[in-house]
């Protein structure tokens, strides 16, 4: 084994040189456990702060091992990073020091490549109805079309022009609607299965939280095989993985269903599931007059309403009878018709499925309906024990993140992702032969090169009144405003609500309007990448948003020297899931508050203060405008998961601080 760590030693030098890096500890400790862990074959917990380097720090150890590895990242920016600046640029330097060939590659999910079958079907489907019928998309559809036919693209929409969602979706489908690459008349041409045939020999494949949780709780394989699983932003993964198996049935999606059913085959048996979805659509929209005006009936449903659970069971038995009718139908033998057979099909099945789960409503799932939209949610309680069966006995998993532990301990992000600990580790544990255990799991803390102490100060008011559910108080807006001012401007400004963000917009537009400081505030739907973008270039400008940015967002340099949050960011108590969990943990006897929300606030803190320092250079302030922090007994939880910045309730030391750092800066 230390011949083995000689060599892991020597190749992330080497991988260090290559990218401009320096040496740094952690970097070198994390990776020599990473590499015990794929030798040894147990899992490792490891947290690793920013600056630490912590990608090269699994995959160099991964390819000096020369076992098949699979990296699953939450956020498409840290996949770009891995595939696109990290392996290029140490691949060639560690083929010389291992003298082997080093191949890696990239998978996602169908619905993210160019579908050709659909581009070049002669019959249209509903999807591409929208275009005819919408005439400002015809030069977003004909740009995409020029770009399929050059030789050597990729089929990936992050690569493909930039076109609206409608026209990606009108030439492009899901997994459940692709015919397979076998069967399709484009199937040696497919992007998506050249994708996934060069992911199936690489040594290692980058992909995305998403289409792992569907693997494992589907329990079928989508992703290449391996012998190794490493989780990059593993404080993510429980969510992703509810999220990826959250059902959802609305009104657009079962016409959408039945006007493909009634394309391909008209008759009463999609004239059934278009009157089916005509009565659901209709009944969903009374139900969403009645949740506006009876607040009771806001959050998770105990059971389906009465007057939705008529209409989704002839929903269910219209869309079987439409799919018994395809699956007899053995007659076609067309390319073009037996893919939209299995486009209609996929379509329908999963209106079909969802509608039935959602008649055999379970103890064990959270029922919800949200509005907006007016969609029916169905989710699972829990994820971990799914997660330990399916994924943790299968191969060694390394979990990392610069955030995975509350309060110093690893315990409740542990327990999340499915790792057996405390009193359940000492019990007998059923593990079969070949199979990785599931409590054998190191947990580890490496730090961060970074000095927060003298890089970073924390500042904690006291004098302030506890939040409450109007947003922020007068008295917190009024800080955050002379907070900016001292920094002159140079702000991300963090809201748990978009209620905050507009509140702090109007207050601040007010405040600052004399000073040369521009306001670049969130809506919704935006994009975080151009918001950001804008801060960044523009280095007095402050950016008010709420929760998309309080995680990946990496702003090294004067450009954020303040990072301010409103309020502590305990989960909604109308969040169905969040609040579902903490009330079975309650009914076990436990702290649903303590074992449930807490946790998940102290992540989200951790990740929001990390905003503040992403380089050694760097200084500035971290403004946590929430009195209960420090009034609370839980505040000390919430500190101690949080990067060790030097702390003050001083606020007059905080902007002088700040004035300082500005005049340094101009």
């Known amino acids: 084994m230390s011949e083995q760590l000689d060599q892991v030693r020597l190749a992330l030098a080497a991988a260090v040189e290559a990218i401009g890096g320096s040496s740094r500890e952690g970097q070198i400790e994390m990776a020599e456990a990473v590499a015990n862990a794929l030798s040894d ?36 920016a840290l996949q770009r990073q891995l595939v696109e600046r990290d392996l290029p640029r140490i691949v060639p330097v560690l083929e010389k020091v291992l003298g082997r060939e080093i191949t890696y590659g990239i998978y996602k999910g169908v619905g993210n490549y160019l579908c050709l079958q659909k581009m070049n079907s002669e019959s249209s ?52 609607e692709c015919v397979g690459a076998d069967v399709c008349a484009y199937g040696h041409q497919c992007f998506a299965a050249l994708a996934k045939a060069k992911a199936a020999t690489a040594d290692v494949v980058v992909t995305n939280h998403t289409l792992l949780a569907i693997e494992i709780v589907d ?18 993964f429980m969510d992703r993985t509810t999220q990826a198996v959250t059902e959802e049935l609305t009104g657009p999606r079962v016409l959408r269903a039945a006007a493909m059913a009634r394309k391909h085959m008209p008759g009463k048996a999609s004239d059934a599931l278009t009157e089916a979805g005509d ?20 959050g998770r449903l105990i059971e389906i309403p009465s007057e939705l659970e008529a209409p989704i069971r002839k929903v269910r038995e219209a869309a079987q009878a439409v799919l018994q009718i395809i699956s007899a139908d053995e007659a076609i033998v067309d390319s073009d018709s037996i893919a939209m057979r299995a ?32 969609t029916l949610h169905l989710a699972p309680l829990a994820v971990s024990s799914v997660l330990r069966e399916n994924l943790l006995t299968k191969t060694p998993v390394i979990a990392t993140s610069a955030t995975l532990t509350v309060g110093k301990g690893f315990e409740a992000m542990a327990r999340n992702i499915g790792f057996v600990i405390g009193d359940a580790a000492e019990e007998e544990m059923e593990v079969e032969e070949g199979q990785v255990d599931p409590a054998n799991v190191q947990m580890l803390d490496v730090g961060s090169p970074f000095d927060f102490a003298n890089q970073g100060m924390l500042y904690l008011p006291k004098h ?46 007010q405040v600052l309007a004399e000073l040369p400081i521009k306001i670049i505030t969130q809506k ?103 009195s209960r922090i420090i009034t609370k007994r839980y505040g000390s939880v919430l500190l101690n998961s949080m990067p060790p910045l030097w702390r003050t309730s001083d606020g007059k030391i905080v902007r002088d601080s700040l004035r300082r750092l500005h005049q340094s800066i101009k």
Not at 56 to 67: D, E, F, I, M
Not at 292 to 298: G, N, S, V
Not at 525 to 549: C, H, N, Q, Y
Request: aromatic share 6%; proline share 6%; glycine share 10%.
């Open 41 to 76: 074959r147990h899992h490792l917990m490891v947290q690793a702060g920013t600056g630490t380097g912590k990608s090269l720090a699994y995959l160099v150890p991964a390819l000096v091992h020369g076992k098949r590895v699979l990296v699953a990242t939450a956020t498409l």
């Open 125 to 176: 489907d509903p999807d591409g109805d929208v275009l005819l019928e919408i005439s400002s998309l015809g030069s977003d559809a004909k740009r995409l079309h020029d770009w399929a036919k050059r030789p050597g693209i990729t089929g990936d929409r992050d690569d493909a022009p930039d076109v609206d969602r409608r026209v990606w979706m009108a030439n492009s489908l899901s997994g459940r």
């Open 219 to 236: 329990s079928h394989p989508i992703l290449p095989e391996r012998d190794a699983v490493i989780l990059d932003e593993a404080h993510e």
């Open 279 to 298: 009565k659901f659509d209709d009944a969903m929209d009374g139900y969403g007059q009645r949740v506006k005006f009876e607040p009771t009936l806001q």
């Open 343 to 374: 486009r209609v099909k996929g379509a329908v099945n999963e209106v079909s499925t969802t509608a039935a789960k959602l008649l055999k409503l379970g103890t064990g799932q959270v029922l919800w309906y949200e509005p907006t939209f007016s």
């Open 464 to 509: 302030l009144p506890e939040p409450g559910r109007d947003g922020p108080s007068f008295e917190a807006l009024t800080e955050l405003g002379e907070l900016i001012e001292a920094a002159g401007g140079r702000t991300l400004a963090l809201f748990s609500s978009w209620r905050g963000v507009e509140a702090a917009d109007l207050h601040l537009r």
């Open 524 to 626: 919704r739907g935006d994009a975080v990448g151009p918001l950001v973008e804008r801060f960044e270039k523009d280095e007095t400008s402050i950016l008010l948003g709420t929760m998309s940015l309080w995680q990946g967002v990496d702003v090294p340099g004067s450009s954020c020297t303040l990072v301010a949050i409103d309020r502590i960011p305990f989960p909604r108590p109308d969040d169905p899931v969040m609040s579902a969990r903490a009330a079975e943990v309650d009914a076990q006897g436990g702290s649903g508050f303590m074992k449930v929300s807490l946790p998940r606030a102290a992540l989200l803190l951790a990740q929001g203060t990390g905003r503040l320092i992403r380089s050694m250079e760097d200084r500035g302030v971290v403004a946590i405008l929430d």
